[in-house]
């Protein structure tokens, strides 16, 4: 559609520039937001498993051994 020629090519290659520069600006975006969300909820599991309270570890008592 960009390149066209002919009878009503005036006002395909508006719809074809368009189309393409839509078409790279998703591309674009894309590649930068999808790591960039991969990050974000990476971070925040990591912020919430750091919150949770440590299960508490019983250790026996050590006998003292008498002299």
Sequence with gaps: LMFSSGSG????????????GGLLV?????????PVVYLYFDRLRDRL???RPALDVVVPPVANPTR
């Design 26 to 34: 998703s591309q674009v975006l894309t590649l930068f937001t999808t």
């Design 49 to 51: 498993v750091n919150r």
């Design 9 to 20: 090519a005036e006002l395909r290659q508006p719809l074809g520039l368009v189309m393409v």
